[in-house]
């Protein structure tokens, strides 16, 4: 044979099977070969949809010719023959001869061509088994990529947990501090008391659990009008976390004047939680 070629079955797309010139043999520069085939297009093509080998001596004047010193001139004969395994189609491979094949040399082509599908075979193993380690190794590199950043994640959680805690201890004593020696009073984002100390209560002449559970506004024998402009402090003072408030009430004793200091509680996502109050009454500096 003075001509060969090799096509290889390319598969990575299941839905477009084709078949890929890789190497070829004796053709002239001349000569382009077409790289690649589909099933059932062209000698090649019909080949691997046949599954068997195609064998003819009258070479189509175009088809393709054999160089050489003395020139050019048609193919004795072609063969093409499928490298099959198990029914699958793994190559293709033509040859051309000036000279017409003997008997015993297709017989031949058809033993040996078993023998190169199974190499074929093995190889496409070994270059899969290959890339299903490469992606298993990268797969568990970038798995320890992420565990070393969870572990990251989680010290600098715990470190804020840990630096929130102390920041809390440090607030809750404060706060106790400041409920043993100011009129103290808690609220919830809508308004409502959900912690008082005895000072809040005797300046509003109240007992706790008068107060408790109301909402602001209606503390203090207020009037509509000062129950609507309370209603109105709050609804600014979600959008201002530090607002005061004065105003006159009504106990059963008398008339006085406080002011109110509110302050908001935030949480981490900057939004308040909850509100606390330290109420200043401002008859006993008149007095």
Same mark, same amino acid.
């Given at each position: 044979?003075?001509?060969?070629?090799?096509?290889?079955?390319?598969?990575?797309?299941?839905?477009?099977?084709? &078949?890929?010139?890789?190497?070829?043999?004796?053709?002239?520069?001349?000569?382009?070969?077409?790289?690649?085939?589909?099933?059932?297009?062209? %000698?090649?093509?019909?080949?691997?949809?046949?599954?068997?080998?195609? &064998?003819?001596? !009258?070479?189509? +004047?175009? &088809? /393709?010719?054999?160089?050489?010193?003395?020139?050019?001139?048609?193919?004795?004969?072609?063969?093409? %023959?499928?490298?099959?395994?198990?029914?699958?189609?793994?190559?293709?491979?033509?040859?051309?001869?000036?000279?017409?094949?003997?008997? &015993?040399?297709?017989?031949?082509?058809?033993?040996?061509?078993?023998?190169?599908?199974?190499?074929?075979?093995?190889?496409?193993? #070994?270059?899969?088994?290959?890339?299903?380690?490469?992606?298993?190794?990268?797969?568990?590199? +970038?798995?320890?990529?992420?565990?070393?950043?969870?572990?990251? #994640?989680?010290?600098?959680?715990?470190?804020?947990?840990?630096?929130?805690?102390?920041? +809390?201890?440090?607030?809750?004593?404060?706060?106790?501090?400041?409920?043993?020696?100011?009129?103290?009073?808690? %609220?919830? /984002?809508?308004?409502?008391?959900?912690? /008082? #100390? +005895?000072?809040?209560?005797?300046?509003?002449?109240?007992?706790?659990?008068?107060?408790?559970?109301?909402?602001?506004?209606?503390?203090?024998?207020?009037?509509?009008?000062?129950?609507?402009?309370?209603?109105?402090?709050?609804?600014?003072?979600?959008? !201002?976390?530090?607002?005061?408030?004065?105003?006159?009430?009504?106990?059963?004793?008398?008339?006085?004047?406080?002011?109110?200091?509110? !302050?908001?509680?935030?949480?981490?996502?900057?939004?308040?939680?909850?509100?606390?109050?330290?109420?200043?009454?401002?008859?006993?500096?008149? #007095?």
């Amino acid at each position: 044979a003075q001509q060969g070629v090799f096509y290889l079955i390319n598969d990575n797309d299941k839905n477009h099977i084709t &078949y890929d010139k890789i190497a070829s043999e004796g053709y002239s520069q001349k000569i382009q070969l077409q790289k690649s085939y589909e099933s059932g297009e062209g %000698f090649i093509g019909q080949c691997a949809y046949e599954g068997d080998k195609i &064998y003819f001596e !009258n070479v189509p +004047e175009k &088809y /393709v010719k054999i160089t050489s010193g003395l020139g050019e001139s048609l193919p004795g004969s072609i063969i093409i %023959f499928p490298l099959k395994l198990n029914d699958e189609i793994l190559g293709i491979i033509q040859i051309d001869s000036l000279n017409k094949l003997k008997k &015993y040399e297709i017989d031949f082509i058809d033993k040996v061509s078993d023998t190169i599908a199974s190499t074929i075979n093995g190889v496409r193993i #070994n270059i899969k088994t290959t890339q299903l380690l490469e992606q298993s190794q990268q797969q568990s590199e +970038e798995l320890a990529a992420q565990e070393e950043e969870m572990r990251q #994640n989680m010290e600098e959680m715990e470190a804020t947990q840990e630096e929130a805690g102390k920041r +809390e201890g440090k607030f809750n004593s404060l706060i106790s501090s400041v409920k043993a020696a100011i009129a103290f009073a808690e %609220f919830d /984002v809508d308004g409502k008391y959900i912690d /008082v #100390n +005895e000072k809040y209560c005797n300046i509003l002449g109240l007992t706790r659990d008068q107060i408790m559970g109301k909402y602001h506004w209606t503390i203090g024998y207020v009037t509509d009008a000062a129950k609507t402009e309370i209603q109105e402090f709050w609804s600014e003072l979600r959008n !201002n976390p530090k607002k005061s408030l004065q105003r006159t009430i009504k106990t059963e004793d008398a008339e006085i004047e406080i002011v109110e200091k509110f !302050n908001a509680i935030i949480d981490f996502d900057g939004l308040p939680k909850r509100y606390i109050s330290l109420l200043i009454n401002m008859n006993e500096f008149v #007095n």
